[in-house]
């Protein structure tokens, strides 16, 4: 039998879990997302095309949900190491990858992936395209289209092309123009566009299907010259220089392009408000006047038009990384 002290001691006990079982609730809730910063992965160098534009992001879509998104640098084997690092983070909303040309080219270009790029990733939505641009060395006798396949045919050895690297979507440009047009080209790689430019202005190579905004200060300041845009449209930029398609070779559309993407999992209301957030970046007028200065077009969609438009470039670069022998090595 407990003493009267005791018991006492027991009731007060019982009686103080009771009152914070009763004042705490059953479970814990989830913060709201987001309740910390946002990681967005570039799988390229800082200073890069695809880092200029996801920074340009990542500032205003953290001001539209509230949080810091801080561009984390993951580099190595074309983007791979990136796009697998965000493939295997938790889907929990808080690791985004900046999704590219590069990784539908790199499902036909590697014979090993550590990563779907279809199955493990939710499209949130496109960010923005930018075409590529012809560019030659001023001192060849082309100033078009029409020029560059004519010399090409005139020379023993065909015509070269430089790119930043072996199934780039600089390189794939040129192959995809050397099965357009039946010419001779030879494929010289560097590592980046960088020395590739440098060895074009040097006259070591002869041409290069460059990234515009690469290719334009070149360009603008006469020392490459510009024969033709790779995408559907002339650039506000260069309005005297043709599209490839309109100078004799329809259908023509290449363009690096850059999306938003999650790990495959992330829940869906997570990734409609990562689609409305960007929707409202990319609306803005000072974001779209900081793309168009770098000769991009904002592309804002729905996730499910990202998923189909990834899906379709898989497909369309696996012909031309088959027909060009392009590998990873």
């Given at each position: 039998?407990l003493?009267p002290?005791?018991?006492?001691r027991?009731?007060?006990?019982?009686a103080?879990?009771l009152?914070c079982s009763?004042?705490?609730?059953?479970?814990?809730?989830?913060?709201?997302?987001?309740s910390?910063?946002?990681?967005?992965?570039?799988g390229?160098?800082?200073?890069?095309?695809?880092?200029?534009?996801?920074?340009?992001?990542a500032?205003r879509?953290?001001?539209?949900?509230?949080?810091p998104?801080?561009v984390?640098?993951?580099?190595?084997?074309?983007?791979?190491?990136g796009?697998?690092?965000v493939?295997?983070?938790p889907a929990?909303?808080?690791?985004?990858?900046?999704?590219?040309?590069?990784n539908?080219?790199?499902a036909?270009?590697?014979?090993?992936?550590g990563?779907?790029?279809?199955?493990?990733?939710e499209?949130i939505?496109l960010?923005?395209?930018?075409?590529n641009?012809l560019?030659?060395?001023?001192?060849?006798?082309v100033?078009s289209?029409?020029d560059?396949?004519?010399f090409?045919?005139?020379?023993p050895?065909?015509?070269?092309?430089?790119?930043?690297?072996?199934?780039?979507?600089?390189?794939l440009?040129?192959?995809?123009?050397?099965?357009?047009?039946?010419?001779k080209?030879?494929h010289?790689?560097?590592?980046?566009?960088?020395?590739?430019?440098?060895?074009l202005l040097?006259?070591?190579v002869?041409?290069?299907?460059?990234?515009?905004?690469?290719?334009?200060?070149?360009?603008?300041?006469g020392?490459?010259?510009?024969?033709?845009?790779t995408?559907?449209?002339?650039?506000?930029?260069?309005?005297?220089?043709?599209?490839?398609?309109?100078?004799?070779?329809?259908?023509?559309?290449?363009?690096s392009?850059?999306g938003l993407?999650?790990?495959?999992g992330?829940?869906?209301?997570?990734?409609?408000?990562?689609?409305?957030?960007?929707?409202?970046?990319?609306?803005?007028?000072?974001?779209?006047?900081?793309?168009q200065?770098?000769?991009?077009?904002?592309?804002?969609?729905?996730?499910?038009?990202m998923?189909?438009?990834?899906?379709?470039?898989?497909?369309?670069?696996r012909?031309?990384?088959?027909?060009s022998g392009?590998?990873?090595?």
């Amino acid at each position: 039998m407990l003493c009267p002290t005791a018991s006492r001691r027991r009731l007060l006990a019982l009686a103080t879990a009771l009152v914070c079982s009763t004042a705490l609730p059953s479970h814990a809730q989830p913060a709201p997302w987001p309740s910390k910063p946002v990681k967005l992965v570039v799988g390229y160098a800082a200073g890069g095309a695809t880092d200029v534009i996801a920074r340009l992001v990542a500032i205003r879509l953290g001001e539209q949900l509230g949080q810091p998104v801080l561009v984390d640098n993951r580099t190595g084997a074309n983007s791979n190491v990136g796009a697998e690092a965000v493939a295997r983070a938790p889907a929990d909303g808080y690791t985004l990858y900046v999704y590219t040309i590069a990784n539908t080219i790199n499902a036909s270009l590697y014979a090993r992936l550590g990563y779907d790029p279809i199955k493990d990733f939710e499209p949130i939505g496109l960010i923005a395209k930018i075409p590529n641009i012809l560019v030659v060395d001023p001192k060849l006798p082309v100033k078009s289209v029409a020029d560059y396949v004519r010399f090409a045919r005139e020379q023993p050895d065909g015509i070269t092309f430089a790119s930043s690297g072996s199934g780039s979507s600089i390189h794939l440009s040129g192959e995809m123009f050397k099965m357009k047009a039946g010419l001779k080209m030879l494929h010289v790689p560097y590592r980046g566009s960088a020395p590739a430019i440098t060895d074009l202005l040097g006259g070591q190579v002869q041409s290069m299907f460059d990234n515009a905004p690469s290719a334009l200060p070149h360009v603008q300041g006469g020392r490459l010259r510009a024969i033709a845009i790779t995408g559907p449209r002339r650039s506000p930029l260069l309005p005297d220089v043709p599209t490839v398609a309109e100078s004799g070779y329809p259908g023509f559309d290449v363009q690096s392009w850059f999306g938003l993407a999650a790990p495959a999992g992330t829940p869906r209301p997570v990734i409609d408000r990562l689609n409305a957030a960007l929707g409202k970046v990319l609306a803005a007028p000072e974001v779209r006047q900081r793309l168009q200065d770098m000769a991009a077009t904002p592309e804002a969609g729905t996730p499910e038009q990202m998923r189909a438009f990834a899906a379709a470039e898989i497909k369309r670069w696996r012909d031309v990384v088959k027909a060009s022998g392009a590998t990873a090595e």
